[in-house]
């Protein structure tokens, strides 16, 4: 009797969950265009924003919004993060999806949690006060905290996720597959890289791409560890300054509804549109992964 | 010299309007309680805020209302008759000077309640021991020349790179403004590219972790682990140590005065608070805070 009553409430109330996720996204968005609309309305140059290296907000002669060495920096930072943690990620998945024994895989597997669960102000400390000296003695960089340290600690922290992403890809691999190939005489590499790359390749290429949104997003980790520095990078030991950092360091005091700010929402937008893009397309390719099975 | 407790700028501005809502709202529920209104300075506003505590538990039947804003802010409020006390971190221009006459009829008194040097620091390994403003110039200025310590006359090979590494502050910072200001005049911009640390603090840990490094904070801001250079106005000029007593006598070059101004001369509550500001009492709070005492301190 109760449960006959109960059961529409609960299930209005779980719609409601559901519904709220896509309300809260179309709020924030349209909060951040918002706060950014009247740079567009006003002095911001577009043009300037995207080509310009000069960033000079509190300027007293002229301030500049350049973004460009901002844009350069989140690129560089998240693509050599990637180049690290990629085929360390998908060698890890491989491991604990194909190679190692039960006992094994559950130890790494609650790691790898552990790995995820450290904060990113953490993550920013060990950049700042251990890999930054490390970096200095053993490279003879300048300044430790730089592209190459900030490129290391994202790594590490994208990693959980392409792994155990990429572990979910492979699992999901059908075992006759491997019984087909060991039954045509593969040995266990032939069965990795012929079969079970291929077959798993789409969700592969969305655990890569959601840890590039991981690598993107992250803020407080990289603004203590890539030094800061509005410049674009010559090389690995130079630091930079991210599109994430610059909001995190500057919003608090720039002046509410001044230009400035309005720019740093702009920045947010930009921001919002490319994790968007990359969430869409991984989101696409993990459907083809679908349909492909079906 | 001491280090001072974490009050990092953008974290101020976030409590400010708590404190405010907080201080506000206990001035409206309680009664027979004599409040004074404090504003201006966004560099002085954890100063004024803990003389403001200290001052309250001193004398319970006082409340100070604490305000940020900044400077400008400040001294306008104090024109339009909003504010008791105005904080500033710099001097009146002559045209705030001649509103408040035209205004209120009372030209405003100034006050001079502490000083914040400003230390310029490198790593201890470093052999420079003295630096001027003009050398500071050419290091951090937009048109600057110097990018090499060896330009310094430091001996390649000391620091491990020749590269001098520029530690910055934030550009939204108070300290950066007035760095900027006092080394390279009005009007011209510090060179992009250098290491911006997030806070005081940041900056003293980067030079100390980064032996190329050169930095600079608020003196109270300065630990073992950096060296503090000496700091002339020219080149060869005489330089002297940011220290209490080249701050107060106006040999450092890079000492701005932490000022309070009121309309005319200050009567009751006002004149006993500002009397405590420059107490031993008072001036406790401000060397505890990492800022140079005027006078006296327990």
Same mark, same amino acid.
Request: net charge neutral; proline share 6%.
């Given at each position: 009797?109760?449960?006959? !009553?109960?059961e529409?409430?609960m299930?209005?109330?779980?719609?409601?969950?559901?519904?709220?996720?896509?309300?809260?996204? #179309?709020?924030?968005f349209?909060f951040?265009?918002?706060?950014?609309?009247?740079?567009?309305?006003?002095?911001?140059?577009?043009?300037?924003?995207?080509?310009?290296?000069?960033?000079?907000?509190?300027?007293?002669?002229?301030?500049?919004?350049?973004?460009?060495?901002l844009i +350069?920096?989140?690129?560089?930072?998240?693509?050599?993060?990637?180049?690290?943690?990629?085929?360390?990620g998908?060698?890890?998945?491989? &491991?604990?999806?194909?190679?190692?024994?039960?006992?094994?895989?559950?130890?790494?597997?609650?790691?790898?949690?552990?790995?995820?669960? #450290?904060?990113? +102000?953490?993550?920013?400390?060990?950049?700042y006060?251990?890999?930054?000296? #490390?970096?200095?003695?053993?490279?003879?960089a300048a300044?430790?905290v730089?592209l190459?340290?900030?490129?290391?600690?994202?790594?590490?922290?994208?990693?959980?996720? +392409? +792994?155990s992403?990429?572990?979910d890809?492979?699992?999901?691999?059908?075992?006759? &597959? !491997?019984?087909?190939?060991?039954?045509?005489?593969?040995?266990?590499?032939?069965i990795? &890289?012929?079969?079970?790359?291929?077959?798993?390749?789409?969700?592969?290429?969305a655990?890569?791409?959601?840890?590039?949104?991981?690598?993107?997003?992250e803020?407080?980790?990289?603004?203590?560890?890539t030094?800061?520095?509005?410049?674009?990078?010559r090389?690995?030991?130079d630091?930079?300054?991210?599109?994430?950092?610059?909001?995190?360091?500057?919003?608090?005091?720039?002046?509410?509804?001044?230009?400035?700010y !309005?720019?740093?929402?702009?920045i947010?937008?930009?921001?919002?549109?490319?994790?968007f893009?990359?969430?869409?397309?991984?989101?696409?390719v993990?459907k083809?992964?679908?349909?492909?099975?079906? | 010299?001491?280090?001072?407790?974490?009050f990092d700028?953008?974290?101020?501005?976030? *409590?400010?309007?708590?404190l405010?809502?907080?201080?506000?709202?206990?001035?409206?529920s309680?009664?027979?309680?004599?409040?004074?209104r404090?504003?201006?300075?966004?560099?002085?506003?954890n100063l004024?805020q803990? *003389?403001?505590?200290?001052?309250?538990?001193?004398r319970?039947?006082?409340?100070?209302?604490?305000?940020?804003?900044?400077?400008?802010?400040?001294i306008?409020?104090?024109i339009?008759?909003?504010?008791?006390?105005?904080?500033?971190?710099?001097?009146?221009?002559?045209?705030?000077?001649?509103?408040?006459?035209k205004?209120?009829?009372?030209?405003?008194?100034?006050y001079?309640?502490?000083?914040?040097?400003?230390?310029?620091?490198v790593h201890?390994?470093?052999?420079?021991?003295?630096?001027s403003?003009e050398?500071l110039?050419?290091?951090?200025?937009?048109?600057?020349t110097?990018?090499? *310590?060896?330009?310094l006359?430091?001996?390649q090979?000391t620091?491990?790179?020749?590269?001098?590494?520029?530690?910055?502050?934030?550009s939204?910072?108070?300290?950066?403004?007035y760095?900027?200001?006092?080394?390279?005049?009005?009007?011209?911009?510090?060179?992009?590219?250098?290491?911006?640390a997030?806070?005081?603090?940041?900056?003293v840990?980067?030079?100390?972790?980064t032996?190329?490094?050169?930095?600079?904070s608020?003196?109270?801001?300065?630990?073992?682990?950096?060296?503090?250079l000496r700091?002339?106005?020219?080149r060869?000029?005489?330089a002297?140590?940011?220290?209490?007593?080249?701050?107060?006598?106006?040999?450092?070059?890079?000492?701005r005065?932490l000022l309070?101004?009121?309309?005319?001369?200050?009567?009751?509550?006002?004149?006993?608070?500002?009397?405590w500001?420059?107490?031993?009492?008072?001036?406790?709070?401000?060397?505890?805070?990492?800022?140079?005492?005027?006078?006296?301190?327990?």
């Open positions: 009797m109760l449960s006959d !009553r109960l529409p409430l299930e209005w109330l779980v719609r409601i969950c559901g519904w709220s996720a896509i309300f809260f996204v #179309i709020a924030i349209l951040v265009f918002r706060e950014a609309a009247p740079a567009f309305f006003g002095k911001l140059n577009l043009w300037e924003f995207f080509t310009s290296t000069r960033w000079q907000p509190s300027s007293d002669a002229r301030p500049e919004y350049g973004a460009l060495a +350069i920096g989140s690129v560089t930072v998240s693509a050599l993060a990637m180049l690290i943690a990629v085929p360390l998908l060698g890890a998945a491989v &491991y604990i999806s194909e190679f190692c024994g039960p006992t094994l895989k559950e130890v790494l597997k609650i790691t790898l949690e552990l790995l995820a669960a #450290i904060p990113s +102000i953490v993550w920013g400390f060990i950049a006060m251990l890999l930054a000296p #490390i970096l200095i003695k053993t490279t003879g300044v430790g730089n190459l340290n900030g490129g290391i600690i994202l790594a590490l922290m994208s990693l959980p996720l +392409i +792994i992403l990429g572990e890809a492979l699992k999901a691999v059908p075992d006759a &597959y !491997r019984e087909a190939a060991l039954a045509l005489g593969a040995s266990r590499w032939e990795v &890289y012929r079969v079970l790359f291929p077959a798993a390749k789409n969700g592969l290429l655990a890569v791409l959601l840890g590039v949104g991981r690598a993107l997003g803020t407080m980790a990289v603004l203590m560890a030094g800061h520095a509005v410049q674009i990078p090389s690995l030991l630091p930079v300054r991210t599109l994430t950092a610059t909001i995190a360091s500057e919003l608090g005091e720039s002046v509410a509804g001044g230009p400035h !309005r720019v740093l929402f702009v947010g937008l930009v921001l919002f549109a490319v994790s893009l990359i969430n869409l397309i991984a989101d696409l993990i083809g992964v679908r349909s492909e099975q079906t | 010299m001491k280090s001072r407790p974490g700028a953008p974290r101020k501005c976030f *409590w400010l309007p708590v405010t809502a907080i201080v506000v709202g206990c001035s409206r309680t009664e027979g309680i004599i409040s004074l404090n504003e201006g300075s966004d560099t002085m506003v004024a803990a *003389w403001a505590e200290e001052y309250h538990r001193y319970p039947t006082v409340k100070v209302q604490v305000l940020g804003g900044g400077t400008g802010v400040g306008a409020s104090l339009d008759g909003n504010c008791d006390l105005a904080n500033a971190s710099r001097r009146m221009k002559p045209d705030e000077l001649a509103a408040a006459e205004n209120r009829g009372q030209s405003p008194k100034e001079v309640v502490g000083y914040d040097a400003l230390a310029v620091f201890p390994k470093n052999p420079l021991d003295r630096i403003l050398e110039a050419e290091i951090y200025g937009e048109e600057g110097i990018t090499k *310590w060896s330009e006359g430091v001996p090979g620091l491990g790179t020749d590269k001098i590494i520029r530690i910055n502050r934030q939204s910072s108070g300290t950066y403004a760095f900027r200001e006092t080394v390279l005049g009005k009007g011209k911009d510090l060179k992009l590219g250098s290491v911006d997030n806070g005081s603090k940041d900056a840990n980067l030079v100390a972790l032996p190329a490094a050169i930095g600079y608020g003196m109270g801001y300065v630990t073992e682990n950096v060296k503090p700091v002339s106005k020219r060869g000029g005489p002297f140590l940011p220290s209490a007593e080249n701050a107060r006598s106006g040999d450092y070059p890079i000492t005065p309070i101004y009121t309309l005319g001369t200050p009567q009751g509550a006002a004149k006993e608070y500002l009397e500001i420059l107490s031993p009492a008072g001036q406790k709070v401000i060397y505890h805070l990492g800022y140079v005492p005027v006078a006296e301190y327990e």
